[in-house]
């Protein structure tokens, strides 16, 4: 079954204490995103990656970091959390080249609460 | 700056009656356009698209969009609602200008009433 995986599915953890999401797609997918979802604000992109080794910032990157070693795998890592990310967050992925318009398949998220 | 926005935080209709969802973009170029639903607990499912071509497009589960370009709009319609199609709807944009930039509208609450 085609899917994008992320985990955890639900963490709670403290001020400063890093973490990292994983998500990984089985699509092969060369374009991957990460996006926060906030009431009254929608989905916002944090990064996204076109491919392998490469990543760019979306709309709301500070206080995150991604990497894209493995094209199935893009983790995102909060280095020093702080409340104001407190969140939900999807994963997503999508085919490009060829199939450029087709649309983005999306985990089932990921709700942070940071204390 | 490049928007989407959905009017609307909420929209109600009776079972059986129609419903619209409304979107407007202001984006350059010739953007794709897209929406997807949001039920409790799960991420975004995608219902339909406009590339190119006739500007009503049809999806999953009985929903249409209508495209207008002269007035940016891309509304989500059924002609018949159900208590199942509530949930969160969203409208996306992906930018063609050379990037894969996606921007989405803030979302609207649909809600069915029996």
């Not at chain 1, 990310?85 to 450029?100: D, E, H, N």
């Not at chain 2, 010739?30 to 929406?35: A, E, H, I, T, V």
């Not at chain 2, 409790?40 to 370009?69: C, H, M, W």
């Amino acid at each position: 079954e085609a899917q994008v995986t992320q985990n955890p599915r639900y963490l709670i953890t403290v001020t400063g204490k890093k973490l990292t999401v994983t998500c990984s797609q089985n699509m092969n997918h060369e374009y991957m995103s990460w996006y926060r979802q906030d009431p009254g604000l929608g989905l916002r992109q944090i990064y996204y990656s076109m491919n392998v080794e490469v990543t760019d910032k979306g709309d709301v990157p500070e206080g995150y970091k991604v990497s894209r070693k493995e094209k199935r795998n893009f983790p995102l890592i909060l280095e020093s959390p702080s409340p104001n990310q407190t969140s939900l967050y999807f994963c997503a992925s999508m085919a490009t080249g060829a199939y450029s318009n087709q649309p983005q398949h999306f985990g089932d998220g990921t709700r942070l609460s940071i204390l | 700056a490049q928007s989407v926005a959905q009017p609307e935080d909420q929209v109600n209709v009776a079972e059986g009656n129609p419903l619209t969802v409304k979107c407007t973009y202001s984006v350059s170029g010739n953007p794709y356009l897209f929406w997807y639903v949001q039920y409790p607990n799960r991420g975004l499912q995608f219902l339909l698209k406009y590339i190119t071509g006739d500007n009503l497009v049809k999806g999953s589960y009985g929903f249409e969009a209508e495209f207008n370009k002269s007035q940016t709009s891309f509304h989500l319609k059924k002609p018949s609602a159900l208590v199942s199609d509530s949930a969160l709807y969203f409208c996306a944009v992906r930018c063609t200008s050379g990037t894969y930039k996606y921007i989405f509208g803030t979302g609207t609450r649909l809600k069915v009433l029996a």
